[in-house]
Nanobody, 117 residues
Framework: QVQLAESGGGLVQSGGSLRLSCVAS????????MGWYRQAPGKERDLVAT???????KYGDSVKGRFTISRDSGHNTVYLQMNNLKPEDTAVYYC???????????WGQGTQVTVSS
């Protein structure tokens, strides 16, 4: 089992910045990825960004150039720096951890990000 603890959500004005953090604990294996998805009311959960333990990154199209994902593998922590936030970025952001094999994936409880116009 893997537990994920998220922090850093909140309310920010359009154009502002926030940084999310997520710490993974428990049965951490190599060949893994960590990252963030988000879900707005009435919509599906969508990819924001992921990063593997080999530092390969993947971003959703709507956040490219504005969000940056990074990780501290020594502490099993992933960060999401969000700049130039827009009202359409408002959602619950979920941290995720999984194996590259696809055999396991875990989710955090989510943290609310609200961007006011």
């Amino acid at each position: 089992q893997v537990q994920l603890a998220e922090s850093g959500g909140g309310l920010v004005q359009s154009g502002g910045s926030l940084r999310l953090s997520c710490v993974a604990s428990g049965s951490i294996s190599s060949m893994n990825f960590m990252g963030w998805y988000r879900q707005a009311p009435g919509k599906e959960r969508d990819l924001v960004a992921t990063v593997t333990d080999g530092r390969w990154t993947k971003y959703g199209d709507s956040v490219k150039g504005r969000f940056t994902i990074s990780r501290d593998s020594g502490h099993n922590t992933v960060y999401l720096q969000m700049n130039n936030l827009k009202p359409e970025d408002t959602a619950v952001y979920y941290c995720t951890y999984g194996l590259l094999s696809g055999q396991q994936q875990y989710w955090g409880q989510g943290t609310q990000v609200t961007v006011s116009s």
